[in-house]
């Protein structure tokens, strides 16, 4: 398996509603993708200084799952809003049995 990390940390001025409706987004993914194994997304709820704003967590059965997910029809233009909503972005994917 496959897991795949993002977090997001929003530009000024990112509100509620753009959140709000990037989980609405990225929920409506794994009905759309059959490559996602397992999705989990959310906002942070601590909110410290070296805290990022949101989270996603994907797993995939292999690295051929992920790239045919990253380059899917549908998942580009929720990628698009993302980068649209973000001063940074950093991502880790790892193997786990």
Do not use: N
């Not at 200084?49 to 380059?71: G, H, I, P, W």
């Amino acid at each position: 398996m496959l897991r795949h990390i993002v977090f997001m940390k929003f530009k000024t001025g990112v509100d509620a509603l753009q959140v709000e409706d990037l989980k609405r987004s990225l929920g409506s993914l794994p009905g759309k993708i059959d490559e996602i194994k397992e999705f989990e997304f959310g906002p942070d709820i601590l909110k410290s200084e070296r805290s990022y704003d949101f989270a996603l967590v994907a797993s995939f059965t292999d690295l051929d799952s992920l790239k045919s997910y990253q380059v899917h029809p549908d998942h580009i233009p929720v990628l698009q809003k993302v980068r649209g909503l973000c001063e940074a972005i950093i991502v880790v994917d790892f193997e786990w049995p």
